[in-house]
């Protein structure tokens, strides 16, 4: 009886103000509820209404699985995400690791020719900021012949000082070796070449050199035995398959090129500024001369892998977007459930940016729990694959044994704030209805 006079109530309230223009936007500062609450703060009504909707056992158990179901795909989507972007982040960092462990962090070359003056234009590298160590280099295309195969290979001559400034383990050995009259030079080979040559430390093989000499009976290509010393492995095939050191001075002799050098390979402090160092030495030299740093040398590389993270982060996003269908088809189910309770509030004052706001903060609420246990359960498995390695990899097909995981905040943080705003989005229509409805209508009819 109390409930049904409070309806009459509530319906003539509205009725009045109705008939007296449009109704009031401000609330009943005469109701105790909206007297306490309103005087919280900053949305805390509105705050306090989504807190009792979200405690509340709705009447259609179908509404509780649709809540379930759209927490659970926005989890399971933020989640894939997270391990997703790490793993080609993990990726992504071993790959430039090897890469710089092999290839010098700037490259300076003649535009066209060989540099015949490379000492002073070391001389003049050497006073860029920023410069740690550089040496000359002649790099070359050969054919390296064992007493089994042969194969093509890059030959690259290297002063001392390459041997620390690269991480190559085997380079010492160049610098070590016998120099008497008589003894074979030494050369360093990657591991896939030497295992394609079937050849290994101690054995000998030929360089026959594309440059050749002009006889009476033709043209003569120059071949000349090396010692292997020792072999090298980066992990990438680019490198181990067809990369082989020798001494700068064994190689000039064999290109028939003394004192010349097709280029003189420079390290920097800090690999990122590569970029930035190259531009100081390109306009210290001048015109003439190039300089290129590892990032512009790999530039196709890691634009690939970059699109690649980008597709995988749209693609995935997909699965967010799919989990907030269910986010939307629960909140339209809820505001025709509440449709009287919306009405009541109305009555008592309560705006239509307050009933939007509440419906807002719902989906909001099922996103962010969602997002939580999402973002909860890809660190977990990230931080157990990195110290675990739960997933393995064959060594004999993979240069790496396990998935790496390089777990960074701003991709955690992107992938949290779009999850949310997707979630906040697939509200905002729900939302927009409730404020529409009709009060009256809803009150006499509910």
């Known amino acids: 009886m109390q409930e049904e006079t409070g309806r009459t109530a509530g319906v003539l309230a509205l009725a009045a103000r109705k008939s007296h223009g449009r109704l009031k936007t401000k609330p009943d500062r ?12 900053f949305m805390r009504f509105e705050i306090f209404i989504t807190g009792r909707y979200l405690k509340s056992k709705p009447r259609q158990a179908f509404i509780a699985l649709i809540s379930i179901l759209a927490t659970a795909g926005v989890a399971i989507g933020v989640m894939a995400l997270i391990v997703v972007i790490a793993v080609m982040e993990g990726f992504e960092a071993d790959l430039k690791a090897r890469i710089l462990s092999i290839e010098p962090h700037v490259v300076v070359s003649a535009k066209s020719g060989n540099l015949t003056n490379h000492r002073e234009i070391a001389h003049a590298i050497g006073a860029v900021k920023g410069v740690t160590a550089f040496w000359p280099v002649f790099k070359t295309e050969v054919m ?48 896939a070449l030497a295992g394609r040559l079937a050849v290994a430390p101690g054995d000998t093989v030929r360089i026959i050199a594309p440059r050749g000499i002009i006889t009476p009976a033709g043209f003569l290509p120059v071949i000349k035995s090396f010692r292997v010393t ?26 028939r090129r003394t004192g010349e050098a097709t280029a003189i390979e420079v390290m920097t402090g800090n690999v990122f500024d590569a970029k930035k160092i190259s531009r100081r030495i390109s306009r210290r030299l001048g015109p003439g001369l190039r300089a290129v740093s590892w990032m512009e040398r ?7 892998m970059k699109l690649e993270k980008t597709t995988m982060f749209v693609v995935l996003a997909l699965t967010i977007l799919v989990a907030t269908v269910n986010i939307f088809s629960g909140l339209m189910i809820l505001v025709s459930e509440k449709a009287k309770d919306i009405a ?17 903060l719902m989906g909001l609420a099922v996103g962010a729990a969602g997002t939580l246990a999402g973002t909860l359960g890809g660190l977990t498995l990230c931080y157990l694959q990195d110290k675990y390695h739960l997933i393995r990899l064959p060594g004999d097909v993979f240069y790496i044994s396990a998935f790496p995981v390089n777990v960074r905040s701003a991709d955690v943080s992107a992938v949290a704030a779009a999850a949310l705003l997707i979630c906040l989005l697939a509200a905002v229509y729900p939302a927009h209805r409730a404020t529409v409805a009709d009060p009256v209508e809803a009150i006499r009819h509910g």
């Open 30 to 41: 005469s109701c105790p509820l909206l007297q306490e609450h309103f005087s919280g703060g």
């Open 144 to 191: 390296v012949q064992s007493s089994v195969r042969t194969a093509g290979a890059t030959l690259k001559g290297i002063a001392a000082p390459a041997g620390q400034g690269l991480g190559i383990s085997g380079l010492q050995t160049l610098i070590s070796s016998d120099t008497t009259a008589g003894a074979l030079p030494p050369l360093v080979l990657g591991r």
């Open 230 to 255: 020792a072999v090298f492995e980066t992990g990438v095939w680019l490198y181990d398959g067809s990369l082989a050191f020798g001494r700068l001075k064994d190689v000039q002799h064999l290109m």
């Open 298 to 304: 790999n530039r196709n590389l890691f634009s690939a």
């Open 344 to 360: 009541v509030l109305k009555a008592m004052g309560a705006t239509a940016g307050h009933i939007r706001t509440i419906f807002l």
